[in-house]
């Protein structure tokens, strides 16, 4: 019929409203990852500056995120997936290797991601920590999400005869902290060393973990 209005299609430029909105929140992020990561830190930022610089309004910040906190939440949990799919791809590439070569591959890759942006290090050792009940909530939650892949690996390497059998989350907890600590202090300046230094001494740490002086690869006990 002549004349009759076509239904709104929801498309602006080309793009729906719910890939503008996406492209907002990224905006936003990529925001907060500037500023929470390299410049006055989550606590000095406020609303209006982050929306600043993302070029885009207080209003559109309240109709992506309710507060800054949900903000740096998004952050701390997209750059610990960047880090896991970067472990994984790396193990799947090396899942054939022995237990030596299969640590380093996964360790490299790991600290390479986190490593390659200072701003990442920054956001999920620094500034997520404290921030409040939820946030801390979500910080052990990741950690016990990589305290249960090296108990993955552990097991792994127990059923190919490379590592004693034992339960290993308590181990595993104490070595991701040491994990997170050497590549802070390392991202920090404070440790003399290359990164390919930092990795050979966390695979011979967890070597030692796996692998204890009274163990041998038969299964006996020393004396």
């Known amino acids: 019929m002549a ?18 909105q996406e492209e907002r929140r990224r905006r936003f992020l990529d925001a907060g990852l500037q500023l929470f990561g390299s410049g006055p830190g989550y606590r000095s930022t406020t609303v ?21 906190e949900d903000v740096l939440a998004a952050l701390h949990l997209q750059v610990n997936d960047w880090a896991e799919r970067a472990a994984l791809a790396a ?5 054939d290797l022995p237990l030596a070569e299969r640590a380093a591959a ?5 600290a390479a991601n986190v490593t390659s942006d200072p701003r ?6 620094v500034e997520i920590v ?16 990589w305290v249960e892949f090296i108990c ?11 590592a004693a059998p034992r339960d290993y989350r308590l181990a595993a907890t104490a070595f991701i902290g040491s994990v997170n600590g050497l590549l802070h202090d390392w991202n920090a300046g404070w440790v003399d060393a290359t ?29």
């Open 91 to 95: 193990l799947a590439e090396a899942r």
């Open 195 to 223: 990164l390919d230094e930092v990795v050979e001494e966390l695979v011979r740490q967890l070597l030692g973990i796996l692998r204890p002086a009274d163990w041998s690869a038969d299964g006996a006990a020393g004396p």
């Open 3 to 20: 004349g009759r209005l076509r239904q709104p299609t929801g498309r602006y430029g080309g793009r729906t409203a719910e890939e503008r």
């Open 152 to 162: 993955g690996e552990a097991a792994s390497a127990v059923a190919r005869g490379e």
């Open 106 to 110: 996964l360790f490299r890759a790991y």
């Open 130 to 145: 404290g921030v409040s009940a939820r946030l801390e909530e979500q910080r052990l939650a990741r950690r016990a999400r």
């Open 48 to 68: 209006a500056a982050l929306s600043e610089a993302a070029g885009l309004s207080t209003r559109q910040f309240y109709e992506a995120f309710r507060g800054l």
């Open 120 to 125: 990442r290090i920054r956001i999920t050792f």
